[in-house]
């Protein structure tokens, strides 16, 4: 049973910062990609920033140049810490891990989903 633990939501004022952890457990081999997205209320699911096994990241542009995505050094945790936070930043944050579920010459991989932490910017 794969599982992804978020954890370092909060309320935190505008211009201020945070920073998220998410622990993944389970994955039966690799581990590839792991992410965040966020949902804010009332909108879809939008794509936040991911990093792949090897540590190359891609950010959305509108968290570019203020938040930064990490992995740790056992390959199993991600985190996001987020600078300069405004509103519009106001989300449930999603961690998500690619996952190798069958290894192989093509392996099949799944994603798999935390529950979420509450980020709200707010004075």
């Known amino acids: 049973q794969v599982q992804l633990v978020e954890s370092g939501g909060g309320l935190v004022q505008p211009g201020g910062s945070l920073r998220l952890s998410c622990a993944a457990s389970g994955c039966m081999f690799s581990i590839n990609a792991m992410g965040w997205h966020r949902q804010a209320p009332g909108k879809e699911r939008e794509f936040v920033a991911t990093i792949t096994s090897g540590g190359s990241t891609v950010y959305a542009d509108s968290v570019k140049g203020r938040f930064t995505i990490s992995r740790g050094n056992a390959k199993n945790t991600v985190y996001l810490q987020m600078d300069t936070l405004k509103p519009d930043d106001t989300a449930v944050y999603y961690c998500?891990?690619?996952?190798?579920?069958?290894?192989?010459?093509?392996?099949?991989?799944?994603?798999?989903w935390g529950q979420g932490t509450q980020v709200t910017v707010s004075s």
């Open positions: 998500n891990a690619d996952c190798t579920v069958v290894p192989g010459i093509v392996p099949t991989r799944r994603d798999y």
